[in-house]
């Protein structure tokens, strides 16, 4: 997987808040959840690799602040329901509303 997110990979990801970096893995996981309804799995994975490649970035910038148990499970959580059998039949509102929460707490604090 190649890195799409270069100038945020660099350093400028670590620079967000939390709030406002799992709203964007939110923009993507609609993005995905959107295109997936479309019926265009090609689109829809590339936008859940983005998402994957964000919330990587959120992991490796809250490595030390002990938040990681969270994310860790989100990535598990999502990767399951994306990519995998949805083993814990999560369903795309599901995610709608986990990341909707962030987005509008990251508009609130424009």
Do not use: P
Not at 31 to 54: G, H, M, P, Q, V
Not at 68 to 80: G, K, P
């Amino acid at each position: 997987m190649s890195v799409q997110h270069k100038d945020l990979a660099a350093g400028g990801w670590a620079e967000l808040s939390l709030v406002e970096q799992m709203a964007n893995v939110g923009s993507e996981v609609e993005r995905t959840i959107s295109w997936k309804k479309r019926k265009n799995d090609e689109y829809s994975a590339l936008a859940f690799e983005r998402a994957i490649e964000l919330l990587d970035l959120t992991i490796e910038a809250k490595k030390e602040s002990g938040k990681l148990r969270e994310l860790l499970r989100v990535r598990e959580l999502l990767a399951d329901h994306f990519a995998f059998e949805n083993q814990y039949c999560s369903k795309d509102e599901d995610w709608q509303k986990y990341f909707y929460a962030f987005t509008y707490a990251a508009r609130l604090n424009r």
